[in-house]
């Protein structure tokens, strides 16, 4: 169960790197550093939605099976919203 809460607490902050992703799509160059840039288009563009799908899998599955959790419950609804955010994002807005 630690797993899922490391796992969990990763997908937030890469969720907030899709943030500063749709920030740096439009502005200009608000980051000088390409290569801290590089590490944010990453995590925000591809590993964010990925991680965010096994997640929320992984804690429908304890749910079906209703087994606790120690993952917070503002935490899981928070990568969830991101997770259906991030899917019309990339597949209906874009």
């Known amino acids: 169960m630690k797993g899922l809460l490391f796992l969990s607490r990763l997908a937030l902050i890469c969720n ?3 943030l500063a ?3 740096l ?3 200009q160059d608000t980051i000088p550093s390409q290569g801290f840039k590089g590490l944010i288009i990453i995590l925000g563009w591809f ?3 990925f991680l ?3 997640v929320n899998i992984w804690r429908g599955n304890l749910l079906v099976k209703r087994q606790p959790s120690l993952v917070p419950k503002w935490l899981g609804l928070t990568n969830l ?3 259906i955010v991030q899917i ?3 597949f209906i807005f874009q």
Request: some cysteine.
């Open 88 to 90: 019309c994002y990339h």
């Open 81 to 83: 919203i991101f997770l």
């Open 21 to 23: 992703c749709l920030v």
């Open 47 to 49: 590993i964010a939605p």
């Open 52 to 54: 965010g799908l096994v």
């Open 25 to 27: 799509q439009r502005t």
């Open 16 to 18: 907030g790197c899709f």
